[in-house]
């Protein structure tokens, strides 16, 4: 009996939990704002995020509340302290996106293309070695732009905008070079390092 007491206790502070969800993704789509008839901006989205933000912490109080819904709202408010900042700030922008779905579904895309032509599970020797290349051409590819269009936005590019990008992306790329040989080959990025240090010219000595 107690058993199945605890068990309806938690289906119930579950379907809490999942309005709680709901209700959060109606106030950041806009539907809550447009079924009062106001208006969907970066301002009114934050003051009634941020309005229900503070109901949700009000709650954090009541001793009524179970540990599995205590520790999810907890989670909850220290996710949103942290990503508040960065969280609203679409909706005053035609083009850019709400979430990042797209963006992900293209990445996919990409390495389900990568799999298909290789025959490899793992795709981070294809993105190490030609870096975020690979985006711009799988974008090319998607287009279906003829060479002159291609070569046309290659030429509206200045000089110094394409040697600024080049560097930029060169530099990123060996970053992330660096990380994953740090992370999977580490005896031999030390190695190599030491050998480096090893081939430099000696310093001058200190000055008094």
Known sequence: MAR???????????????????????????????????????????????????????QLQDPALTATERQCLEHFAHVTRNMRPQLIQCYDLEHL???????????????????????????????LRYGRRV????????????????????????PERWRTTRAEQQ????????QYRVRYRRQQFLAALEARWMEMPERTGLLP
């Open 4 to 58: 199945r007491m605890r068990w309806q206790t938690d289906v119930r502070s579950v379907r809490r939990l999942h309005m709680r969800v709901l209700e959060a993704e109606r106030i950041l789509s806009g539907d809550a704002l447009r079924a009062d008839g106001l208006p969907v901006t970066n301002t009114t989205v934050g003051q009634r995020f941020d309005a229900w933000c503070a109901v949700l912490q009000e």
């Open 97 to 127: 996106p709400r979430t990042n779905n797209d963006m992900e579904g293209f990445i996919r895309s990409i390495k389900t293309r990568y799999r298909r032509i290789s025959g490899r599970k793992n795709w981070n020797r294809y993105l």
């Open 135 to 158: 985006v711009y051409y799988e974008a090319q590819v998607r287009r279906n732009d003829s060479s002159s269009d291609i070569d046309a936005r290659v030429r509206a590019v200045s």
């Open 171 to 178: 530099a990123r790329q060996a970053e992330q070079l660096k």
